[in-house]
Nanobody, 125 residues
Framework: VHLEESGGGSVQPGGSLRLSCVASEYTYSTYGYYCMGWFRQAPGKKREGVAIIDGSGRRMYADSVKDRFTVSKDKTKYTLYLQMDSLKPEDTAVYYC?????????????????WGQGTQVTVAS
């Protein structure tokens, strides 16, 4: 399983970024119907779920990002996206793409999951 994130960077508060997570064709063909999503970890804090999308297209968001972030996937490009709008300083973190194989929720990453290497998002004036 191979997941590779991109799209992180620095942005001012109120700005936008779009993260991408490209899966290998094998990964997407084998696991694409599974739950995929985004978690993040800020310095000194526990990793937390941000958004997930399951094989049927059901989405779930953390309360802190609801109405600001949108998770989506493009099956033809084997890619998962996270559109982040109205960014706040508290959104600063390393964002990880994840393939969740046990529980499909933003509230837990228990179980054997597959992670990308992470991409840094910094929101500051």
């Amino acid at each position: 399983v191979h997941l590779e994130e991109s799209g992180g960077g620095s942005v001012q508060p109120g700005g936008s970024l779009r993260l991408s997570c490209v899966a290998s064709e094998y990964t997407y063909s084998t696991y694409g119907y599974y739950c995929m999503g985004w978690f993040r970890q800020a310095p000194g804090k526990k990793r937390e779920g941000v958004a997930i999308i399951d094989g049927s297209g059901r989405r779930m968001y953390a309360d802190s990002v609801k109405d600001r972030f949108t998770v989506s996937k493009d099956k033809t490009k084997y890619t998962l996206y996270l559109q982040m709008d109205s960014l706040k300083p508290e959104d600063t973190a390393v964002y990880y793409c994840v393939l969740l194989t046990t529980v499909c929720t933003v509230h837990s990453d228990a179980g054997r999951n597959y992670w990308g290497q992470g991409t840094q998002v910094t929101v500051a004036s």
